[in-house]
């Protein structure tokens, strides 16, 4: 099993920042992708981002060239810094994990609210 515990939303006006944490405990040594994911009041849950093990990246259209993913595998933590932000990314954001043997596992949800 693996725990994710993220931190870091709260609230922030548009065009400003904010940094998104996740850490993971447990069987992390299992885990190969990271990412992020959030869900809109009243939309589906999306992919925000996402790093494997070795650094490859993926990032929704919405958020390239605004937010960028980082991990540290010896902390076993995965960062998303939010820049620019628009009241269109106030969201719950998720930290998500993917195992090799294909489990997955959710964190608890981290409020994001973009807003003057």
């Known amino acids: 099993q693996v725990q994710l515990v993220e931190s870091g939303g709260g609230l922030v006006q548009p065009g400003g920042s904010l940094r998104l944490s996740c850490a993971a405990s447990?069987?992390?040594?299992?885990?190969?992708?990271m990412g992020w994911y959030r869900q809109a009041p009243g939309k589906e849950r999306e992919l925000v981002a996402v790093?494997?093990?070795?650094?490859?990246?993926n990032y929704a259209d919405s958020v390239k060239g605004r937010f960028t993913i980082s991990r540290d595998n010896g902390r076993n933590t995965v960062d998303l810094q939010m820049n620019s932000l628009k009241p269109e990314d106030t969201a719950v954001y998720y930290c998500h994990a993917s195992g090799y043997s294909g489990n997955t596992y959710w964190g608890q949800g981290t409020r994001v609210t973009v807003s003057s």
């Open positions: 790093i494997t093990r070795v650094g490859n990246t």
């Open positions: 447990g069987n992390r040594f299992s885990i190969n992708a």
